[in-house]
């Protein structure tokens, strides 16, 4: 961190930008910069942390992305711009992921000249509308208990959540061997 601060303190930074960051960024280190700008795909404070796109399939909780100022705790930051996403009901975890990327960019190239000229100012976040997800918790969702009864509509969005394209997170146990279950949904042609 010091020879951060020491290389960051010798440059005049007006911007810190972090796309996708996965590290908190010390104070000491943020505050050199004049303003700065997080990306999180996800409508915050709703699913702060890991996977936002996964538990917003899972619990239906509002989609979106955000570009807020960096802070000490993650995704914490006042709100520079915020949209929300639809996540369609055929959608699997890999569609939503390349869809929010696409609107994250989109609302930083909308927004970009505002917060340069100071025309939009960072507005700060309803926490009580707030939840976090730690990294482990995905991995808590892979394994699927064969005993367990579900409806057909939290299965669903179980094996949606887990779905990356090709490559599958959800499995099965039998004989001692996993089983990787994936899902694809075509909506039915008008």
């Known amino acids: 961190t010091k020879k951060y601060e020491q290389i960051f303190s010798l440059a005049e930074i007006e911007f810190l930008i972090t796309v996708y960051w996965p590290f908190l960024i010390p104070k000491s280190i943020f505050t050199l910069s004049e303003k700065t700008i997080n990306f999180h795909p996800a409508f915050l404070p709703v699913n702060r942390g890991w996977y936002p796109h996964v538990h917003s399939i899972l619990d239906n909780s509002i989609s979106g992305v955000t570009i807020h100022e960096i802070s000490e705790k993650a995704d914490q930051g ?8 639809e996540i369609l009901p055929w959608e699997t975890a890999g569609d939503v992921y390349v869809k929010l990327q696409h609107q994250i960019f989109k609302l930083f190239c909308d927004s970009w000249h505002a917060i340069v000229n100071g025309e939009l100012k960072p507005f700060p976040q309803n926490n009580l509308r707030a939840n976090y997800h730690s990294k482990s918790e ?13 409806s ?6 179980l094996l949606r959540a887990r779905t990356f394209g090709e490559k599958s997170y959800a499995y099965f146990k ?3 061997k996993k089983y990787f279950v994936r899902i ?7």
């Open 78 to 85: 006042d709100i520079w711009s915020q949209k929300e996403i």
């Open 138 to 150: 995905i991995n808590l969702l892979d394994e699927i208990d064969l005993t367990k009864s579900f």
């Open 152 to 157: 057909g509509k939290t299965f669903i969005n």
């Open 184 to 190: 694809i949904i075509t909506p039915e042609k008008t």
């Open 174 to 176: 039998m004989d001692n």
